[in-house]
T-cell receptor, first 111, second 114 residues
Framework: EDKVVQSPLSLVVHEGDTVTLNCSYE??????LLWYKQEKKAPTFLFML????IEKKSGRLSSILDKKELFSILNITATQTGDSAVYLC???????????FGTGTRLTIIP | DVKVTQSSRYLVKRTGEKVFLECVQDMDHENMFWYRQDPGLGLRLIYF???????EKGDIPEGYSVSREKKERFSLILESASTNQTSMYLCASIETSLNYNEQFFGPGTRLTVL
């Protein structure tokens, strides 16, 4: 059975801190790993990673995938209160259409 | 912009009632999904559909059924609602299986079963 595990489950930091969120996975026929940010309602897409070692970057957020060790990290530098959200990791594999999600990391930024 | 809409943001039903959750997307996407989201359990796939009248069970289909009579509409049905189906329900759609970065979520329906 495919499995995605995120850590920590929750994290509270002060504004300006840098945070690292972790996602490890065990899936058959891995295709891609995705990160989403979920505030009060629907998740919004952040990154899709398919190759090891290539960092994806968007402003203060960046992510990298290690297909050998089966994990990904999401970094957020100089955090702001607007970064407070649940961050979801999901994995897609070849052969079917569905995503397997982790339980999410709840990030709270204190002003 | 792709838009995925869900019929209700909040819904309160009684045990045993039949419940319909509707999802509509306006970009001619082939694949549509229903998830439920519960604290500590993340998003879990209930059912998905890759074409009109086609459906596949996800990880937790028990107690649910779905209907896809038109490409833009994917309905989730709770034949006889139970309290353990109280949850946030999210619908999503993608254009093709090659473009998971194009998966769009609806705003969610928070269902409470009393």
């Amino acid at each position: 059975e495919d499995k995605v595990v995120q850590s920590p489950l929750s994290l509270v930091v002060h504004e300006g801190d840098t945070v690292t969120l972790n996602c490890s996975y065990e899936v058959t026929n891995f295709r891609s790993l995705l990160w989403y940010k979920q505030e009060k309602k629907a998740p919004t897409f952040l990154f899709m990673l398919t190759s090891s070692g290539i960092e994806k970057k968007s402003g203060r957020l960046s992510s990298i995938l290690d297909k050998k060790e089966l994990f990904s990290i999401l970094n957020i530098t100089a955090t702001q209160t607007g970064d407070s959200a649940v961050y979801l990791c999901a994995v897609a594999n070849f052969g079917n259409e569905k995503l397997t999600f982790g339980t999410g990391t709840r990030l709270t930024i204190i002003p | 912009d792709v838009k995925v809409t869900q019929s209700s943001r909040y819904l309160v039903k009684r045990t045993g009632e039949k419940v319909f959750l509707e999802c509509v997307q306006d970009m001619d996407h082939e694949n549509m999904f229903w998830y439920r989201q519960d604290p500590g359990l993340g998003l879990r796939l209930i059912y998905f559909s890759y074409d009109v009248k086609m459906k596949e069970k996800g990880d937790i289909p028990e107690g649910y059924s779905v209907s896809r009579e038109k490409k833009e509409r994917f309905s989730l049905i709770l034949e006889s609602a139970s309290t353990n189906q109280t949850s946030m329900y999210l619908c999503a759609s993608i254009e093709t299986s090659l473009n998971y970065n194009e998966q769009f979520f609806g705003p969610g329906t928070r269902l409470t079963v009393l």
